[in-house]
């Protein structure tokens, strides 16, 4: 079993539709957990990352992570045609020295 | 952009061979990682330096090396090269060891092992 586990879709939606993207994790020490988008043929970008457990909100993206549950969501808002990518979670420990263990990714397709 | 440069952008080479891929991190940026994306594994992290020294290892194979010089450009040497070595390779960077969790990445490197 992998440590993170991410759905890779794909994923369709409508232009202007919620979007929810999950992952879930094994690793109980985990304490950032982290966004990336991704393009095709492009480096990952980081979205947005969060500390331990809580709510992000960055525009029209909100992180969540539930550390009880060990589960980590991102919300798109009014998702829009320019969202179409591949969204990686990534997690990491804490002080430094850490590797990102990545999901494998969910594709998304917002269509118009 | 990122603020992360590498080149080149795309290698094709034989198996067997040798190559060397290059990482500039943004500009005041310390540490320096390297990954691997490949359709079956996904993105795995290799290594990483800080400050010109390793500070943590993945799963990185033997045939493989990498380096941080006193510019703090990061280079990653592969030999003996397989066809399963084919895959995207990224290099990250962050401003400080502590902040593995704020890591900017490069455009990549394509390498194609025929």
């Known amino acids: 079993q992998k440590e993170v586990e991410q759905d890779p879709g794909p994923l369709s939606v409508p232009e202007g539709a919620i979007v929810s993207l999950n992952c879930t994790y094994s690793?109980?020490?985990?304490?950032?957990f982290m966004w990336y988008r991704q393009y095709s043929r492009k480096g990952p970008e980081l979205l947005m990352y969060?500390?331990?457990?809580g709510n992000k909100e960055d525009g029209r993206f909100t992180a969540q992570v539930d550390k009880s549950s060990k589960y980590i969501s991102l919300f798109i808002r009014d998702s829009q045609p320019s969202d179409s990518a591949t969204y990686l979670c990534?997690?990491?420990?804490?002080?430094?020295?850490?590797?990102?263990?990545f999901g494998t990714g969910t594709q998304l397709k917002v269509e118009l | 952009d990122s603020g992360v440069t590498q080149t080149p952008k795309h290698l094709i080479t034989a198996t067997g061979q040798r190559v060397t891929l290059r990482c500039s991190p943004r500009?005041?940026?310390?540490?320096v990682y390297w990954y691997q994306q490949s359709l079956d594994q996904g993105l795995q992290f290799l290594i990483q330096?800080?400050?010109?020294?390793?500070?943590a290892k993945g799963n990185i194979l033997e045939r493989f090396s990498a380096q941080q010089f006193p510019d703090l450009h990061s280079e990653l040497n592969l030999s003996s090269l397989e066809l399963g070595d084919s895959a995207l390779y990224f290099c990250?960077?962050?401003?400080?060891?502590?902040?593995?969790?704020?890591?900017?990445f490069g455009p990549g490197t394509r390498l194609t092992v025929t």
């Open positions: 990250a960077s962050s401003a400080t060891s502590g902040r593995d969790h704020e890591q900017y």
């Open positions: 690793n109980s020490a985990f304490q950032y």
């Open positions: 969060t500390y331990s457990s």
């Open positions: 990534a997690m990491t420990l804490t002080g430094g020295g850490n590797k990102l263990t």
């Open positions: 500009s005041g940026d310390l540490s």
């Open positions: 330096y800080y400050n010109g020294e390793e500070r």
